[in-house]
T-cell receptor, first 114, second 111 residues
């Protein structure tokens, strides 16, 4: 599915670094999501944006800071991460923020925190 | 607690054989049900979804799934697997304006 792109695909950072993940959707959707995928665990929903407004924050530590400047772009700003934050971070979008709306996923950013 | 369970962590199947992946959910109401597939290095791709009506739903790549209300299950099947079906499969439940995912089942296809 090439409708949702993520950059970078791989990122290695130290615990004191600041970096950002970028997501862009070309589907004309109104809702965007950040998920964390760790090995052999269910996907964890981190943030939900609907029409550029954050509508959900699932108790995510403040070292993760989302930004949605418009309905096509979503960022995840990272600072002072911990090694346990190493994971695949997936972005998704859907037409609306509803339980029946199909979510379309990007390929993810593989993050390694040293 | 509400949850989505995929009892099988890993399944190995021979090419050409049938495949069935199990999914159970524990929610009070009938939720929206999805199956996604994730190939190595890729994001999740929707295989099929069930909202209401016919309890047997057809999806892409020759997959189908059957919703059984009495068993709170939504099992995924394919009559004859191809080597390209090797991937991780996720069952998901849509409720309360979000998706909840199972932990996934990894499928290995042997020649």
């Amino acid at each position: 599915e090439t409708g949702v792109t993520q950059t970078p695909r791989h990122l290695v950072m130290g615990m004191t670094n600041k970096k950002s993940l970028k997501c862009e959707q070309h589907l004309g959707h109104n809702a965007m999501y950040w998920y964390k995928q760790s090995a052999k665990k269910p996907l964890e929903l981190m943030f939900v944006y609907s029409l550029e407004e954050r509508v959900e924050n699932n108790s995510v530590p403040s070292r993760f800071s989302p930004e949605c400047p418009n309905s096509s772009h979503l960022f995840l700003h990272l600072h002072t991460l911990q090694p346990e934050d190493s994971a695949l971070y997936l972005c998704a979008s859907s037409l609306h923020r509803g339980p029946s709306d199909t979510q379309y996923f990007g390929p993810g950013t593989r993050l390694t925190v040293l | 607690a509400q949850s989505v369970t995929q009892p099988d962590i890993h399944i190995t199947v021979s090419e050409g054989a049938s495949l069935e992946l199990r999914c159970n959910y524990s929610y009070g109401a009938t939720p929206y049900l999805f199956w996604y597939v994730q190939s190595p290095g890729q994001g999740l791709q929707l295989l099929l979804k069930y909202f209401s009506g016919d309890t047997l739903v057809q999806g892409i790549k020759g997959f189908e799934a059957e919703f059984k209300r009495s068993q709170s299950s939504f099992n995924l099947r394919k009559p004859s697997v191809h080597w390209s079906d090797a991937a991780e499969y996720f069952c998901a439940v849509g409720l309360d304006y979000k998706l909840s995912f199972g932990a996934g089942t990894t499928v290995t296809v042997r020649a």
